[in-house]
């Protein structure tokens, strides 16, 4: 249980073109779900909540028309990277909070997306 | 705010035990996790403990906690090659997590 999937798994894209990631929770609903960015031998860098049915949370530099947040079900949210640029390029890491640890969501994650830009 | 470190890197041989350290500065956490992480991989959930909790053991894993100093150990027993990989310690925060750096576990058969 608790199995989050990512697609695409890797992407490649020219310059100012836009990028859709989709994050979805296949065997259970998340009220939240959580979108980060982790550069090559770093650590995860949070860069938004997302909630069902409301905006997002932005961490602070993040800019939020550059990384559009979707969370359109409870079991599906989507990142839309806008003209993205090769600074973009990095791994985007989803995951999905899942309840039952007395009231603590543990969050689950993704297998991740590659994303280059060119 | 929350702030965890973590070692870099660990070289260990096949069948000998690993422990990964990691010291957290929010006491108020409620739990604390360790994620492994494959190359090219998502982040997978190993084991979690309470905070009131001082050790926790699940089959080849023992996490030991000592709030005392915030400090949080996972030790892996009989250490296999595919145990390879990035340990992030992680302290939840309301419903957010603060990562360490992470630590490299390298086995060598």
């Known amino acids: 249980g608790a199995v989050v999937s990512q697609h695409p798994s890797r992407v490649i894209c020219k310059s100012g073109t836009s990028v859709k990631i989709e994050c979805r929770s296949l065997d259970f609903q998340a009220t939240t779900m959580f979108w980060y960015r982790q550069f090559p031998k770093q650590s995860l860098m949070l860069m938004a909540t997302s909630n069902e049915g409301s905006k997002a949370t932005y961490e602070q530099g993040v800019e939020k028309d550059k990384f559009l947040i979707n969370h359109a079900s409870l079991t599906l949210s989507t990142l839309t990277v806008t003209s993205a640029h090769p600074e973009d390029s990095s791994f985007y890491i989803c995951?999905?909070?899942?309840?039952?640890?007395?009231?603590?969501?543990?969050?689950?994650f993704g297998p991740g997306t590659r994303l280059t830009v060119l | 705010g929350e702030d965890v470190e973590q070692s870099l890197f660990l070289s260990v041989r096949e069948g000998d035990s690993s422990v990964i350290n990691c010291t957290y500065t929010d006491s108020s956490s409620t739990y604390l996790y360790w994620y492994k992480q494959e190359p090219g991989a998502g982040l997978q959930l190993l084991t979690y403990?309470?905070?009131?909790?001082d050790m926790k053991q699940d089959q080849r894993l023992t996490v030991l906690l000592n709030k005392k100093d915030k400090h949080l150990s996972l030790r892996i027993a009989d250490t296999q090659t595919g145990d390879s990989a990035i340990y992030f310690c992680?302290?939840?925060?309301?419903?957010?997590?603060?990562f360490g750096k992470g630590n490299q576990v390298v086995v060598i058969p």
């Open positions: 995951s999905a909070g899942h309840p039952g640890l007395a009231g603590t969501d543990t969050q689950y």
């Open positions: 403990i309470f905070s009131n909790m």
């Open positions: 992680a302290e939840a925060f309301y419903n957010r997590l603060a």
